[in-house]
């Protein structure tokens, strides 16, 4: 064999896979056709939301269903063409949404996150990329008594799943982020939240060490993988013969021919961001609006606001009334911004139950899934690498992962 594993895919996922990988003293080839990090673990909010438990799939989605396939102004937004045009993929996102069903995904999200720190820390300190973690936790507001109001359920569940949280009065608030404009009816603060000052900064840190240490970074799009029980060949412009494969990448993870991947229910969950050059200074830490929908993050870069989350098809264009919808009420979050600087669009992997998908595929010991991380892979990046690790080394993982196995139900 040329590498004992492949990894497809050189996002924040994938290149955690294949730095952990090789810092087990494994022989790796990374495979993508992008820069490292080049693309939806550039443009995310930049947070590591070891609090972000509660999926997308909520029992206030099927009640507001009609508002979100044709309304214009939430933070979520249903393609109604996309939804006729995948009924099987909205009705188990759907079917996921039902209460009890939504108490399960978030008791597993829960779980993995609990393990985040283990699994990313390890990396941050091996890649020299501690200068670009901040540590001040992340601040929630919501304006209006009925969001406070609606608020309590869901701060009493991450409470229940473990997450520390604490109340803050609304002009406590306002010492700790006086650029804030809106009324600010209720606040929480999530103090073991980090954020990341560069997301793509630190994937291409993680990326050098993984070179540093022997690793190969192949520059090449991989079209499809042979598997058998002696090893896999990936075809990437290339034949390459290696022990195992692991499929990274993202959204794009069905294109990948016989990787098990084409079988699953992969959708998009499109993410939106717009940069404001030189505004960092508007907020110290991340800041979540609840009724907004979205995180408005110092970065070294600028000032970053990213969120809202848009179902549809992978190859629509950019919907611009999302991003006139974040520049809209970023103003209304604080003040009187300029023009931004620029915009973005990415496409978060996303399963109709919101779990990632790690683990061994059906049918091909050889295969390994890592994808499907929706809004969290650089939350959950690290502590994916660390499992799937485990996974090529051809042991279990300290971790249940039943829950987040790609021949799990998906309802």
Request: charged share 20%; hydrophobic share 45%.
């Amino acid at each position: 064999m040329a590498h004992d594993l492949a990894v497809i895919g050189a996002g924040v996922v994938g290149v955690s896979c294949a730095l952990w990988a090789r810092m087990r003293g494994l022989s790796v080839v990374l495979i993508d056709p992008e820069d490292p990090g080049a693309g939806t673990s550039s443009g995310n909010a930049g947070t590591i939301a070891n609090y972000g438990c509660l999926p997308v799939n909520d029992p206030s989605v099927l009640r507001g269903l009609p508002g979100l396939l044709f309304g214009g102004d939430s933070p979520l937004s249903v393609s109604w063409g996309h939804a006729l045009r995948n009924p099987l993929w909205m009705l188990r996102f759907l079917a996921n949404c039902r209460a009890g069903r939504s108490d399960e995904i978030a008791g597993a999200l829960a779980a993995l996150l609990g393990q985040a720190d283990a699994g990313l820390n390890p990396l941050i300190e091996t890649a020299g990329a501690e200068d670009l973690i901040v540590s001040r936790g992340q601040l929630s507001v919501w304006s209006t008594a009925q969001g406070a109001a609606g608020a309590t359920e869901s701060v009493a569940r991450r409470r229940a799943l473990g997450v520390e949280v604490r109340e803050v009065a609304p002009d406590e608030a306002r010492e700790m982020e006086p650029g804030l404009m809106l009324p600010i009816t209720r606040a929480v603060h999530f103090p073991q939240a980090r954020h990341v000052l560069d997301p793509q900064g630190l994937v291409r840190r993680m990326h050098a060490k993984f070179v540093e240490l022997g690793g190969v970074s192949l520059r090449a799009r991989a079209e499809r993988v042979v598997d058998s029980p002696e090893g896999v060949t990936v075809f990437a412009g290339q034949e390459i013969a290696v022990g195992r494969v692991v499929i990274a990448s993202g959204a794009f993870s069905r294109a990948i021919a016989g990787s098990g991947a084409e079988s699953l229910p992969l959708g998009t969950e499109r993410g939106y961001h717009l940069m404001f050059a030189g505004e960092a200074g508007r907020v110290t830490r991340p800041v979540g609006w609840g009724e907004g929908g979205f995180y408005a993050t110092p970065m070294a870069a600028g000032l970053r606001l990213a969120g809202t989350v848009e179902i549809a098809a992978l190859g629509k264009q950019k919907n611009r009334a999302r991003l006139a919808y974040i520049a809209r009420k970023g103003r209304e979050m604080l003040g009187d911004l300029p023009e931004p600087t620029s915009d973005w669009l990415g496409f978060r992997p996303t399963m109709p139950d919101s779990l990632p998908v790690i683990g061994v595929a059906p049918g091909k010991d050889r295969v390994i899934h890592a994808f499907g991380h929706q809004h969290l892979g650089l939350t959950l990046g690290g502590i994916t690498g660390r499992i799937v690790a485990d996974l090529a080394e051809g042991r279990a993982p300290n971790a249940d992962i039943a829950a987040y196995a790609p021949g799990r139900r998906y309802y």
